[in-house]
């Protein structure tokens, strides 16, 4: 096979050119410290202000609200302990299938782990149940980044607003934040916070074709956390050091783009997604498709091939110039089996039989029929 197909876009975004062209000024002519006070850094720091403003917009947030870190990892980091530093004798909730950057952040504090359903949906009987008086914060993925299950954010929200009226009655004056990991959802979800009803969120450039390393985490007003880097005090004492300018105006471009287009591109995208389904179904009873398919987002296709060795298949379809995934990028060199699919009940055996692809802007129906007979004549 001459071309290769790129079908991890879960792992890594290529860059927009658009967010590459809005970028390099930062890197020569505009290479100012945004925190020096003359005229021509003020202008970066000027800069970065619209770069917050354009990000809240979409995040239907006040710019004060948002934070730029470094990445998805230290946007959930800063959540997670900052919060859990402001409220040391509380605890928190996290859900089974959670990115490890918030798995082990909550293995540091005193923590709760919510069950999923098979499909991959959090329980929410169970999350309910496992508040308690001491619970001051609730962290569930708004869309996972292995099997694409989208979680029912909306409806939690409300349950832990049902819980917060109850606990005033009580005159327990402990808040119940809720927190969202949004880094795979930002490209084909509404990200409006209050819709969502959140006090929490977090980002990933390098998953919407923006600059790795860039991210930011939505803090509501009133949220109380505590920065998790020290030093000069930028973005509102909560992460300090010197501004990543080009990734701040690049992450705040890409953002802009893909909510932009999220509509049309999520339509393009949910038909390939259902024509490889349909291919790959043709392949009879061992192929099977993991994670809801009502609630899943557009662009993950996550199968377990009975019989096979995940990395072994991924390496023949390499050899095709096919590119996919055993699992998360993050924890692809773990030869444990996911805890993702352990969670909605697979096997070791089925975990390691499994294989993610993910589809993205530059995908084609032609990469998807070429991959289809790939695996067909691989199996």
């Known amino acids: 096979m001459a071309k290769k197909?790129?079908?991890?876009?879960?792992a890594a975004t290529p860059m927009d050119p658009k967010v590459l062209a809005v970028m390099e000024p930062y890197f020569s002519e505009r290479f100012y410290n945004p925190s020096a006070t003359y005229l021509a850094a003020q202008a970066i720091a000027d800069d970065i202000a619209t770069a917050r403003s354009q990000?809240?917009?979409?995040?239907?947030?006040r710019p004060s609200e948002i934070v730029f870190t470094a990445g998805g990892t230290e946007a959930n980091n800063l959540a997670l302990a900052g919060v859990m530093a402001a409220f040391p004798e509380a605890n928190l909730l996290v859900s089974a299938i959670e990115h490890e950057s918030i798995i082990n952040p909550a293995a540091k504090h005193p923590h709760k782990v919510i069950k999923v359903l098979p499909d991959g949906r959090v329980d929410i009987a169970d999350l309910v149940s496992k508040v308690d008086n001491q619970t001051v914060l609730v962290s569930v993925m708004y869309a996972n980044n292995e099997i694409g299950t989208i979680e029912p954010i909306r409806e939690i929200a409300k349950k832990l607003q049902e819980i917060r009226r109850e606990r005033q009655k009580l005159g327990n004056k402990l808040p119940l934040y809720f927190h969202t990991d949004a880094c795979q959802a930002a490209a084909y979800l509404d990200l409006h916070t209050s819709r969502l009803g959140v006090d929490l969120m977090t980002i990933n450039g390098g998953k919407i074709y923006g600059p790795k390393q860039s991210g930011a985490l939505y803090v509501k007003?009133?949220?109380?956390?505590?920065?998790q880097i020290l030093g000069g005090g930028q973005e509102r004492g909560l992460r300090s050091g010197t501004e990543n300018v080009a990734g701040t105006i690049g992450l705040s471009?890409?953002?802009d783009l893909v909510q932009n287009r999220r509509q049309a591109e999520t339509e393009r995208i949910k038909q390939l997604q259902g024509l490889f389904i349909s291919k790959l179904e043709e392949l009879g009873p061992k192929v099977s498709i993991n994670g809801?398919?009502?609630h899943r987002l557009p662009n993950n296709v996550h199968v377990t091939f009975s019989g096979q060795d995940n990395e072994r298949l991924m390496m023949a379809l390499d050899e095709v110039g096919i590119q996919c995934a055993v699992g998360?990028?993050?924890?692809?060199s773990n030869e444990e089996p996911s805890h993702v699919l352990m969670a909605i009940g697979l096997?070791?055996?089925q975990a390691q039989a499994s294989l993610r692809f993910s589809l993205g802007r530059q995908t084609t129906v032609a990469d998807i029929r070429l991959t289809s007979k790939a695996i067909a004549q691989l199996l």
């Open 328 to 332: 998360s990028a993050c924890s692809a």
């Open 221 to 227: 007003t009133g949220t109380k956390i505590q920065a």
């Open 5 to 10: 197909i790129y079908l991890d876009y879960a």
């Open 347 to 349: 096997s070791e055996t």
């Open 55 to 61: 990000a809240a917009h979409w995040l239907g947030s």
């Open 253 to 255: 471009k890409a953002l």
């Open 292 to 294: 809801s398919r009502d």
